[in-house]
C-alpha cells in the first residue's frame, strides 16, 4: 500500500492540473471500487471548479467550489495518470509497480484548466482495492474514513510530549504502537522501520517504555518524535525532486531513489557508523520489521 510520501507526491504531481481546473465529463467505467462509488458521483462533480487538492493521511481530498469534497484512497494498486494530446505523465513513481493496462481504467475525469489547456486524470487500479466518496467541507472530519484518525507525522504538533501521551501506559511492541492510525495518521510500515533505526529503537520494546512515570516524554521518546518528523520529510522531498523527472505513462521512474536504512535489507550490514551489526527481518502482527539488534535497544 503507499506510503505517505508516496500519497504526497501524487498530490503535488496532480495539483498544478487539477488546481482551479473546471471538471466537465466525468466517466465512471465500472460502479465500484472496493466500494460502490459514490451515487450521483458524476452529476456531482461535472461543471465544478476544484478549489484545492490537499491530503490527509494517505487520502487525497479534492476540494470543489460547492465545498464538496472527493476523497480518494489508492488501495494497493491505484494510480492517477494525466494525459494530454502530446503526452502522459503518473505522479508517484511507485516502490512498488503501478498499472498500465488502458482495462484497468476506472474512473476518467475530463479537465479544462486554467491555462486553457484540456487534459485527462485517469483513476487506474489493477487490484481495486483503492475507494472514492464525497463528503462537505464542513463535515469532514467526522467522516467514519477519517474521524478517528490521529496526528500528521508532520509539522511540529508531533513532538516529544504528543508521542508521550500516545505511548503512555502501552505495553504492546513500540513499532506496533507507532502503526496505530488513530494515534498518527498516515505512517506506515517502512518509515516506522526507518525511523526506528534513526531513533536507535528496537521494534520490539514496549511502547510505554518511552515515558516517564509522570507522563513526561524521555530522551529517547523525543528523539523517536524528531526521528519520524524527519524521515516523513526527507522521503517528501525525495519524492518532491523526482517530480521533475517523469517518465512516460508507463511509470517506469522509481520514486525511492535514496536508499533505506534498515527496510528490505535483511541480511546485510547496518550503515550506522561503527555499528558493524546486521539487518535481522521479524514478522511482527502480520508484518515484515526490518532492524539492527546490534544499534537498536
Request: proline fraction near 5%.
Amino acid at each position: 500500500m503507499p506510503e505517505l510520501p508516496e500519497v504526497e507526491t501524487v498530490r503535488r504531481g496532480l495539483q498544478p492540473a487539477m488546481e482551479g481546473a473546471r471538471i466537465g465529463d466525468v466517466e465512471l467505467r465500472r460502479p465500484d471500487l472496493r466500494f460502490p462509488l459514490p451515487e450521483g458521483m458524476k452529476a456531482s462533480l461535472e461543471g465544478r471548479r476544484i478549489v484545492a487538492l490537499g491530503r490527509r493521511a494517505k487520502y487525497l481530498t479534492v476540494e470543489l467550489d460547492d465545498r464538496s469534497v472527493l476523497v480518494c484512497h489508492l488501495g494497493m494498486s491505484g494510480s492517477f495518470r494525466i494525459e494530454t494530446d502530446d503526452e502522459a505523465t503518473m505522479p508517484g513513481g511507485f516502490h512498488h509497480a503501478r498499472g498500465k493496462l488502458a482495462a484497468h481504467d476506472h474512473v476518467v475525469f475530463h479537465l479544462a484548466r486554467t491555462d486553457g489547456a484540456a487534459c485527462r486524470v485517469i483513476y487506474n487500479d489493477p487490484r481495486r482495492f483503492g475507494f472514492m466518496f464525497l463528503t462537505d467541507r464542513n463535515g469532514m472530519a467526522e467522516h467514519p474514513h477519517l474521524k478517528n484518525l490521529g496526528l500528521e507525522p508532520t509539522g511540529n504538533a508531533l513532538d516529544g510530549a504528543a508521542l508521550a501521551r500516545m505511548l503512555a501506559g502501552r505495553r504492546t511492541p513500540l513499532k506496533a504502537a507507532l502503526l496505530d492510525q488513530s494515534a498518527i495518521a498516515g505512517l506506515g510500515n517502512i518509515y516506522v522501520c526507518e525511523a526506528l533505526w534513526r531513533a536507535g529503537l528496537s521494534p520490539k520494546r514496549a511502547a510505554g517504555t518511552l515515558v516517564r512515570r509522570d507522563g513526561t516524554p524521555t530522551q529517547r521518546c523525543i528523539r523517536l518524535a524528531d526521528a519520524i518528523r524527519a524521515v516523513i520529510a526527507d522521503a517528501i522531498a525525495a519524492g518532491g525532486s523526482s517530480l521533475r523527472d517523469y517518465m512516460q505513462a508507463d511509470g517506469t521512474l522509481g520514486y525511492f531513489q535514496h536508499s533505506f536504512a534498515v527496510y528490505d535489507r535483511e541480511g546485510e550490514i547496518c550503515r550506522s557508523d561503527g555499528c558493524g551489526g546486521t539487518i535481522r527481518r521479524i514478522v511482527q502482527s502480520g508484518r515484515s520489521t526490518f532492524y539492527c539488534p546490534a544499534c537498536q535497544k
